[in-house]
T-cell receptor
């Protein structure tokens, strides 16, 4: 099993709806999780980090961490066409030193 | 402006011709790393550096070299590029360690013919 796995999509969501992106992780992953957004042809940028079980909200974005089920989600409320991008889930694994591992990314398209 | 600068942005080369991709950050970050991004495989770490003169292999180090002689610079060297190194490369830096926020450069799209 890969340390961090995502459905590559594409995921299509109508404008104004909630987009839900999911990521599962293995036992090797520690407690730090990140969501990066990457527009086509651009570099990734951090949009959310979450370290404890439960929800963390930042504007239209909510990250959810469920340690018992080993998944982390990103919800985007009131989706806008500008949210169309690839979303990368990343997590820290302990492998001697800390190591950041990325999922393969989920491509999200918001349809006007 | 805080940034990570990579050069060149685009590069087409031929098999076996040595090349260097430069990376420089102006945030006094200790941690720097190189990733390659390929369709369906996400970002994979090539090498990382925790400080000056301290480098270590990531997940896919074969065919690459790095150096960290100064804190701000972390060049990626391909001694003898091969077509399977055709990819999109990103340099990233973070304040102290890998779990900090990663700031990415704009990327270098490399084609090896």
């Amino acid at each position: 099993q890969k340390e961090v796995e995502q459905n590559s999509g594409p995921l299509s969501v109508p404008e104004g709806a909630i987009a839900s992106l999911n990521c599962t992780y293995s036992d090797r992953v520690s407690q730090s999780f990140f969501w990066y957004r990457q527009y086509s042809g651009k570099s990734p940028e951090l949009i959310m980090s979450i370290y404890s079980n439960g929800d963390k909200e930042d504007g239209r974005f909510t990250a959810q961490l469920n340690k018992a089920s080993q998944y982390v989600s990103l919800l985007i409320r009131d989706s806008q066409p500008s949210d169309s991008a690839t979303y990368l889930c990343a997590a820290i694994i302990i492998q001697g030193a800390q190591k950041l591992v990325f999922g393969q990314g989920t491509r999200l398209t918001i349809n006007p | 402006e805080a940034q990570v600068t990579q050069n060149p942005r685009y590069l087409i080369t031929v098999t076996g011709k040595k090349l260097t991709v430069t990376c420089s950050q102006n945030m006094n970050h200790e941690y720097m790393s190189w990733y390659r991004q390929d369709p369906g495989l996400g970002l994979r770490q090539i090498y990382y550096s925790m400080n000056v003169e301290v480098t270590d292999k990531g997940d896919v180090p074969e065919g690459y070299k790095v150096s960290r002689k100064e804190k701000r610079n972390f060049p990626l060297i391909l001694e003898s590029p091969s077509p399977n190194q055709t990819s999109l490369y990103f340099c990233a830096s973070s304040l102290a360690f890998e779990g900090d926020i990663q700031y990415f450069g704009a990327g270098t799209r490399l084609s090896v013919l």
